[in-house]
């Protein structure tokens, strides 16, 4: 069964979002970039508004790939209380070592990693993952003016994703600018997730308001697909 995603930047979004109970509530500021992070104070305060009735995740921020810096605001973010920390693996720096300075932290906290549709993602780094301890990985697309998932990334290569993360029992999520009507054409690869942000939005607006109306047609989308 797959579950829904909403990505929310305060407490007012949150609550509105497990209102419409939604499946994991995720924690980014839309504005800083394709995983713009809120500030630790502020996700903080959501956790404790939530209070454990949804699973919470966040991201740390368009870091990197720096493995002392990661892991620095990997634990930051961790200290804060939520389920899931979500680490965007970006073009710049070392992946392989940041991973390998992470696995200290997967003990303790269930990280997940994001990929990109839109640079071109080695596969094989999910074997790495998984031996490193990592409780899931997804796929997001970094340039959002490029278009959604299915814009950047061919039907045949979403679903090989989506095998080689279920053939290694990782969470996996499909995320990247998804609208309504990609609901039907993903669900088939039975992802665990599906992420969402400018379709919950007026105007599908990323960095707008959320629309109630909107949440619960997604939400009646992926339960009724």
């Known amino acids: 069964m797959t579950g829904m995603l909403a990505s929310v930047t305060n407490v007012e979004e949150a609550l509105l979002v497990l209102q419409a109970q939604v499946d994991i509530i995720d924690l980014k500021q839309p504005a800083l970039g394709a995983l713009g992070a809120l500030d630790n104070a502020t996700v903080k305060h959501i956790v404790q508004a939530i209070a454990g009735h949804c699973p919470v995740s966040a991201t740390i921020g368009d870091l990197p790939m720096q493995p002392e810096l990661v892991f620095n605001a990997v634990s930051a973010m961790a200290a804060t209380g939520v389920d899931y920390v979500k680490i965007g693996f970006f073009p710049e720096g070392d992946s392989l070592a940041t991973v390998a300075k ?25 074997g790495v993952l998984k031996q490193a301890g990592f409780k899931g990985v997804m796929l997001d697309t970094m340039d959002k003016k490029r278009g959604s998932l299915l814009q950047v990334m061919g039907k045949t290569t979403i679903a090989e ?65």
């Not at 990609?182 to 039975?190: G, K, M, R, S, V």
């Not at 959320?210 to 047609?217: D, E, H, N, R, V």
């Open 161 to 225: 994703f989506v095998s080689q993360a279920k053939a290694r029992q990782l969470l996996c999520g499909l995320a990247g600018s998804l609208r309504l009507d990609d609901i039907a054409t993903l669900l088939p690869y039975q992802p665990d997730y599906l992420g969402f942000r400018g379709a919950l939005c007026a105007q599908h607006k990323r960095t707008g308001q959320l629309s109630g109306a909107a949440i619960g047609q997604i939400k009646h989308a992926i339960t009724n697909g």
């Open 102 to 126: 992470l696995a200290a932290l997967t003990g303790q906290h269930a990280l997940i990693a994001v990929l990109f549709a839109d640079c071109q993602p080695e596969f094989e780094l999910i």
